[in-house]
T-cell receptor, first 113, second 113 residues
Framework: DSGVTQTPKHLITATGQRVTLRCSPR?????VYWYQQSLDQGLQFLIH???????AKGNILERFSAQQFPDLHSELNLSSLELGDSALYFC????????????FGEGSWLTVV | EDQVTQSPEALRLQEGESSSLNCSYT??????LFWYRQDPGKGPEFLFT???AGEEKEKERLKATLTKKESFLHITAPKPEDSATYLC??????????????FGRGTSLIVHP
């Protein structure tokens, strides 16, 4: 158990809908990262938050957004969903800084039908 | 841009047959190289962090080594329970205020009894 908690574990939704994925980081970690993993793309970095502030963006679509709350949990919002958004979405957390290991949650498996 | 290439993509071994997985990287100023194990449908599980060329770390049947251009994950006398995908990631220069790990596509290892 990494200490990073993600909900829901699985969800199935229709195209055009909106979903929210939730993440609680490890105790004491201020950094939260979101990654997307699909069969043909591997692990792709989406966005990073540190202590409530957005710090870096990767290949995140405009239809996707995220935030980190004062209690440090984070949410990833996915809207106007398309079939191609079906993937595993991972949250990871770490102590901020160079060389610090990031620890992953078990992921949220999203299927868009 | 940081790049990570893992080889082979897939590897089949007999139980007890030792082998090595390769992770070649290009990074501007290595801050850390990370190895993870990922079981199907699960989150990546942290194995090792290496920081400088010449460094080695061991855990049970696994040993990770690092040079200036690549890292190896040596698996000695593997067992079927070592079957998983092994991911390599590098953390390089600061990107927009963050040190973001870049992941390779992974090596899928199957160990036959």
């Amino acid at each position: 158990d990494s200490g990073v908690t993600q909900t829901p574990k699985h969800l199935i939704t229709a195209t055009g809908q909106r979903v929210t994925l939730r993440c609680s980081p490890r105790s004491g970690d201020l950094s939260v990262y979101w990654y997307q993993q699909s069969l043909d793309q591997g692990l792709q970095f989406l966005i990073h938050y540190y202590n409530g502030e957005e710090r870096a963006k990767g290949n995140i679509l405009e239809r996707f957004s995220a935030q980190q709350f004062p209690d440090l949990h984070s949410e990833l919002n996915l809207s106007s969903l398309e079939l191609g958004d079906s993937a595993l979405y991972f949250c990871a957390s770490s102590v901020q800084g160079a060389g610090n290991t990031i620890y992953f949650g078990e992921g949220s498996w999203l299927t868009v039908v | 841009e940081d790049q990570v290439t893992q080889s082979p993509e897939a590897l089949r071994l007999q139980e007890g047959e030792s082998s090595s997985l390769n992770c070649s990287y290009t990074v501007s100023g290595l801050r850390g190289l990370f190895w993870y194990r990922q079981d199907p449908g699960k989150g990546p599980e942290f194995l090792f962090t290496l920081y400088s060329a010449g460094e080695e770390k061991e855990k049970e049947r696994l040993k990770a080594t690092l040079t200036k251009k690549e890292s190896f994950l040596h698996i000695t006398a593997p067992k079927p329970e070592d079957s998983a995908t092994y991911l390599c990631a590098v953390q390089g220069r600061l990107t927009g205020g963050s040190y973001i790990p870049t992941f390779g596509r992974g090596t899928s290892l199957i160990v036959h009894p």
